[in-house]
């Protein structure tokens, strides 16, 4: 008899203030914000308690504090918040080897086949969710589902701190309680334009054939609807190698036409990949993008140089490269995302290239940065060593 799939999905609550927190607990119970405090500063992240104001990640900070004066601004430390995340998947791996770390604080995780290890799957989730919080001092979402797609959902469905499994056979009843609205994949614009077509529940698009929707929404996007609102996994997070990468991405709320915001985001997300490589000493020899426009239109495109890749800002500028080979002026984005591949493990290089690369210096740079961060120190002043505030993720 066949093995039904169990995948957890795993996603730390309210992650860069969480940490904040764990280091300084004066902050408890606060309105933290966590991110820039320029003038085009955006929220990271906001803890639990400024998100009754409204307050949420991507919003400019400025917004953000005129909704709550009394928040208090945290420059985000990438380099401490990269090694909580080491240290969180090192404990899943113990659950289960087939790890996806599909970003700085969330993961799949094949759990298949363990209950004579674990327990049935809701067993298996709690040790894991206690596990995480005696060892780490943080909390954790964790969602099982017989796909990725529905894990993922499903991890949202019952956060902060939640455990919520979706049986199999149950994911209609699931996705109609998600309702259209959350879920996943389906942004503002598109919901704007299911409602053009009085399409306001995930019962009434089940009623549309996938060709119906094909001509109305565009091939991918068509069959992704048809797919999603029955609760069968279209394949959004499948095509990724496990172990042999590291990879972030973004999910904009509303499509991005401005290269300066992409750009922000790039430089952000590079950051996060390299802290995250580096402290798990991998170095990688490919940089990679994913690009999704709104009709779901997916492009991957990767680049290898001659050299290794050492810094945040080498990523940076392979992705931006690369982005402009797809990208031109206008062109709305979804949905886009980097990674390091062909990783192997070290901190030096394969070959010494024979001139120091100006990038060795930025990797030295960051290995500061991070050893800094690491012992709760806040890096300040020199333009190369902040963490850029994210966009949109
Ligand atoms: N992040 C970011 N910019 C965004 C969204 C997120 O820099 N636009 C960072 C900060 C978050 C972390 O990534 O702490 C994880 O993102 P999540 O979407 O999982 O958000 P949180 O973990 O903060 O909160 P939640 O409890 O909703 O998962
Ligand atoms: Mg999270």
């Keep these: 008899m066949e093995l039904e799939p169990v995948i957890f999905h795993v996603d730390m609550d309210a992650f860069y203030a969480a940490i904040e927190v764990l280091d300084n607990p004066s902050y408890a119970g606060t309105c933290l914000l966590i991110g820039g405090n320029s003038s085009r500063g955006v929220v990271a992240t906001a803890s639990y308690e400024a998100r009754k104001y409204g307050i949420h990640s991507a919003m400019p900070m400025v917004q953000a504090l005129r909704l709550c004066p009394h928040a208090v601004v945290v420059k985000p430390r990438m380099a401490r918040y990269s090694q909580v995340s080491s240290q969180v998947m090192d404990i ?7 790890l996806q770390q599909i970003s700085i604080d969330e993961a799949f995780l094949d759990m298949t ?7 049935i799957p809701r067993q298996a989730g709690k040790i894991l969710k206690e596990r995480v919080k005696k060892e780490t001092g943080l909390t954790i979402s964790v969602g099982i589902g017989a796909s990725r797609f529905i894990a993922k959902m499903a991890s ?4 902060p701190d939640g455990l919520c499994r979706v049986s199999q056979g149950k994911e209609i009843a699931f996705i109609d309680a998600v309702g259209l609205q959350k ?10 334009l299911l409602a053009k077509h009085h399409i306001q529940t995930t019962k009434e698009l089940r009623s549309y054939t996938m060709d ?15 797919l999603a609102c029955r609760g069968i996994d279209p394949g959004i997070f499948s095509g990724e190698a496990k172990s042999h990468s590291i990879s972030t991405e973004t999910t904009f709320e509303h499509d991005v036409t401005s290269l300066s915001i992409l750009e922000q985001t790039l430089l952000s997300m590079s950051h996060e990949v390299m ?13 990679g993008i994913k690009v999704r426009l709104p009709d779901f239109t997916t492009y991957t495109l990767q680049a290898t140089p001659q050299g290794t890749i050492y810094s945040a800002e080498q990523i940076y500028h392979l992705a931006k490269q690369l982005l402009l080979q797809k990208w031109h002026d206008g062109t709305p984005i979804r949905l886009i995302g980097v990674g390091l591949y062909q990783l192997y493990e070290g901190s030096r290089p394969l070959q010494e290239e024979l001139f120091e690369d100006p990038y060795q ?5 960051e290995q500061v940065v991070l050893a800094l961060q690491k012992q709760g120190k806040q890096v300040f002043k020199a333009k190369n060593l902040e963490t ?6």
Excluded: C, H, N
């Design 156 to 159: 949202d469905y019952d956060k």
């Design 92 to 98: 899943l791996r113990q659950f289960s080897s087939d």
């Design 275 to 287: 802290f995250r490589a580096l402290e798990e000493k991998q170095i990688g020899r490919t940089v």
């Design 388 to 393: 850029p505030t994210p966009s949109e993720k």
């Design 183 to 192: 879920l996943w994949g389906v942004g503002k614009v598109t919901q704007s």
């Design 361 to 365: 210096k930025k990797r030295k740079i």
């Design 212 to 226: 119906s929707l094909q001509s109305l929404f565009g091939k991918s996007m068509g069959q992704f609807l048809y």
């Design 113 to 119: 086949g363990t209950r004579r290890l674990f327990g």
